[in-house]
């Protein structure tokens, strides 16, 4: 079954039924979220070993390289500390020579000292494994249904640290910066009592808010648009995620998250909070969206 939408002053045909792998995204973000991984904080073994899942899962996708590698190393100074990360990405090409990059970070918070009786892992399960999984669900996507821009998938590190990696990118970027038509940025995705979905970007970049307009009209899921204006004050999330460093080189964004929960930056963000009807269904939204744009 298709619907047609109208946007712009033409006809868009947007498949209701677009795929994605349940299993595998629930797989992806219990993986990364498990304590194995040790809250995935930059620098450590337990961020070292979600890079080595994540390496395995873009090969997996059919991800292109850009010179021969998924891997962007970079390096920051945090107090008298000099930091490795390590980015990842690779692409799907499209029919034209403009790009569309997708993105979240992989990177969490750590470990701390407990008190006692309580957890020490901050495992990061919606922050933000679960925006990794929704990338890494619209890459197997994609990779089936060949989209019309180029695809940049990227996996972020150091984002806690402020936006580390996303820096990195942006300051080194695969393609010319004219080439890059937005960027696509989720984080925190998968729990919301409210089944809301925010989209921030759009009272900054008011040409993007059609396509969520028509995306919304088909979406189980809610999808407000806000908390992008100054009067948002501490509310204001244009500088809360990587989206950030896209937008100060004028790229424009949408950035996809939940408003914040009680175990926002807790040992108790875990995988078993996951709401997993409302992730699932948000990460459709999000693919109706870049699906919507990217025939634009």
Known sequence: MKIFLPIV?????????AQIDSSQLMKDVQTLSADKMEGRKTGTKGNRLAQFYLLDRLKQTGLQQFSNTYEQPFYFTQGDKRIMGTNLYGYIKGSTDSFIVISAHYDHI???KPQTGTDSIYN???????????????????????????????????EEMGLQGAKAFVAKLPVPATRIL???????????????LYVCGTALYPQLKPFVTAAAATSTVKLPMGHDRPEDKDQNWTNQSDHYEFHKKKIP?????????????????????????FYYQATKAVLNIVQIIDKQ
């Not at 937005?182 to 809301?196: A, C, F, G, L």
């Open 124 to 158: 990061g399960a919606d922050d933000n494994a679960s925006g990794i999984g929704g990338m890494l669900a619209m890459a197997q996507y994609f990779s089936k249904n060949p989209p019309k821009h180029t695809l940049i998938f990227a996996a972020f590190d150091a």
């Open 9 to 17: 002053g033409c006809l868009i045909s947007l498949s209701t039924y």
């Open 253 to 277: 964004f949408l950035y996809f998250g939940v408003e914040d929960h009680p175990d926002y930056h807790k040992a108790s963000d875990e995988f078993s909070r996951i709401n997993p009807s």
């Open 182 to 196: 937005m960027n696509i940025n989720m984080d925190m995705i998968s729990r919301n009592d409210k089944n809301e």
């Open 110 to 112: 750590g470990t701390k």
